[in-house]
């Protein structure tokens, strides 16, 4: 069975400071994607990144970059210099890597950026 | 980008009424989707897979007859909540994959308000 733990409930910080959000993933596939995303209040989930088990690489985007470790099956994402529109409940999640495998959702993050 | 249009985006409700949730892929043909439901301050938990011209395959503890999918095109999944109790109310979202490729491109969810 596939597992996604995001240990974080709530993280509060003051705008500019650099924060990380934890991924922890249990799955028996050898082949398997991960994916962040993130749920303002508006309630809507924006796509943010999806990395295929085989891709170790990291990734940066802009003020976003994520650290993926298969040896500690993690998967953490990391906001640098918040601002207050970052915002958000941000939920890591783990499919089969075949097209059409449902997502295994963790009970995410609440993130607070205050002025 | 791939665009996945929810509507209606709030519903507010008598008990015994039924409601349906439209789910709209507007620029690609979306051969399976998914329904989610999320209640306040939780994560998201998948009631059922939509395919395309096929029953629905529901998630162990959900019921069928109570939330009636129906998927009749490659471009629009129904979800209809049967007489409706305050229970029901939460947050709906759908979901659905172009040509089963992930990731998943998510509706902004219908607010499901049952009084």
């Known amino acids: 069975a596939q597992k996604v733990t995001q240990a974080q409930t709530e993280i509060s910080v003051v705008e500019k400071e650099d924060v990380t959000l934890d991924c922890v993933y249990e799955?028996?596939?050898?082949?398997?994607?991960l994916f962040w995303y993130k749920q303002p209040p508006s309630g809507e989930l924006v796509f943010l990144i999806r990395?295929?088990?085989?891709?170790?690489q990291n990734e940066i985007s802009g003020r976003y970059s994520w650290n993926f470790q298969k040896s500690t099956s993690s998967f953490n994402f990391t906001i640098t210099a918040s601002q207050v529109v970052d915002s958000a409940v941000y939920f890591c999640?783990?499919?089969?890597?075949?097209?059409?495998?449902?997502?295994?959702f963790g009970k995410g993050t609440m993130l607070l950026v205050s002025p | 980008g791939a665009v996945v249009s929810q509507h209606p985006s709030r519903v507010i409700c008598k008990s015994g009424t039924s409601v349906k949730i439209e789910c709209r892929s507007l620029?690609?043909?979306?051969?399976?989707m998914f329904w989610y439901r999320q209640f306040p301050k939780q994560s998201l938990m998948l009631m059922a897979t939509?395919?395309?011209?096929?029953?629905?395959?529901?998630e162990q503890g959900v019921e069928k007859d109570k939330f009636l999918i129906n998927h009749a095109s490659l471009t629009l999944s129904t979800l209809t909540v049967t007489s409706a109790h305050p229970e029901d109310s939460s947050f709906y979202i759908c979901?659905?994959?172009?040509?089963?490729?992930?990731?998943?491109?998510f509706g902004d969810g219908t607010r499901l308000s049952i009084l």
């Open positions: 979901s659905a994959l172009d040509r089963d490729n992930q990731p998943q491109h």
């Open positions: 799955t028996r596939d050898t082949t398997y994607y």
């Open positions: 990395r295929n088990s085989f891709d170790e």
């Open positions: 999640a783990l499919s089969e890597a075949l097209g059409y495998s449902t997502l295994t």
């Open positions: 620029d690609f043909q979306a051969t399976t």
């Open positions: 939509s395919n395309e011209g096929s029953k629905a395959t529901y």
